[in-house]
């Protein structure tokens, strides 16, 4: 639903940005931070658990990056700098790693080799398949211990464990509790699930079960696989991705361009809605009101708002284009109906609040997660021997020759330096498991909610829009001093 916009607080935050802020803190009524809910949406149906996306960009969101952040219970982005296959595998990865139910877990024969076994187990990071005859029916399972010391000639069939001595449930029957009890009483590590004719209809694992219980805030789709987004361009090959990627499993596709208030962008969306009607669509990046009144007309799902905020930009200042992003992520939410996601700009924990109680749904990370272990890339030691990994933005140089290199393009390093870049890398330094990071983020947000006194991000949210004069302070350049210099 559009709100109304509150004229005192366009004008406050009108050439402004985070830094230019405080919010005022209310009463205090949460007990614990522990109750706060940080629950919000990415875009109208894809559902946030905490309100963080990791950015697509090539040296953040790969699979790894997207399944710890969608096991916090956010989104990754999955980047678009690489081929079509490639980025498939890494949607797939991701909505492999987690399952309630596995419904096409890993098969063979009972008449197939040992070897031909330890090959699949090998090539698809797993450590048992479960074994079936020509009418798909339940014989057997198979694991590493089954193999370990076979010399890869022996037969399934001789090794596996045989199905009268198998524990298995139902489909229709099994429940959490039933699965673990199951699990429990006859120490299994794996419980396959069959019909009335004994037929495969799935697998369960205890890494599953105990990662449903590590992870209780995962943000997953109804079969409990990980949610993940894809982001693709809007010329070229980019229906014929989106395609594949919704094949491999994206949960959203996320239409990404330097500027989306474009013909070029309208004309991507439009395709993209004719082709893919029931596809859940973000599209990005807009800044103007005026954007999301045009694309809401072509039944976009959400927008990306942020033109030159992000840590790795240059466009700001190599094209005097861009607008502060306090005021650009207000003034698009006031006008959409659906989540806007703040893209850029996030440099401390607590901007993440503002950019959310000014309007965002979302924020989108890209150089705070970088320098970590979940991100694509190696380690490598600088000139000084420090551990260091590569950060760059998606139109430096280096990132448009890889693109041109994944794309197959003739002479891509000839054509990248003729190319304008509005982006730089940099080395950043390692900084160990993006966990952690994410860890303060959140809980620095619960302080912000508990601080305004209310108990989830909605109501603060709420209740700042409803008496923004009480909780904004512009703040004086000696209160920018008291603040931020440390
Ligand atoms: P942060 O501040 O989290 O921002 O690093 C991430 C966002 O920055 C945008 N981005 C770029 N913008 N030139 C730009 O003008 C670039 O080369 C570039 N690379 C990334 C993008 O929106 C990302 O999510």
Redesign the pocket.
Known sequence: MRRVEHDWLRKMLWGCTFDDFLISPGWGVAVSRKDISLVSRFSQNIPLNIPLVS???DT?TGARMAITVAKKGGIGIIHRYLSNDDQCKKVEEVKREENFIIEKPYSIFPDATVGEAKNIMLKNKVGGLVVVDELGKLVGILTERDVRYCSGTELIQDRMTKVPNLITAKSSEISLAEVKKLMDDHRLEKLPIVDDDFCLKGLITSRDVENLEKFPLANKDKKGQLLVGAAIGATGDYLERSADLIKAGADVIVL?I?NAQSNIAEKAVAEFRKRFPDMELVV??IVLPGAVKVFNRHGVNGF?V???????????KNTGIGIPQAQAVYSCSMNSEFPICA?????RDGSIAEALILGGSS????????GTDETPGLVFPDSDGKKVKA??????RE?MYEKLHAEEADNPYETSSRIS????ERKVEYRGSVVPIINDMMGHLASTISYMGAMSLQEAKEMFMAHPTEYLIKLSESAKRESWDR
């Open positions: 950015a697509n960009m953040i990404d330097a990005g990046n990306k942020g033109l030159g905020p992000g840590s790795a930009c240059t466009t700001r893209d850029g700009g996030i440099k924020v989108m990370i890209g150089g705070m997660f970088a950060f760059r933005g998606m139109a430096s990132a870049p509005e982006g730089i």
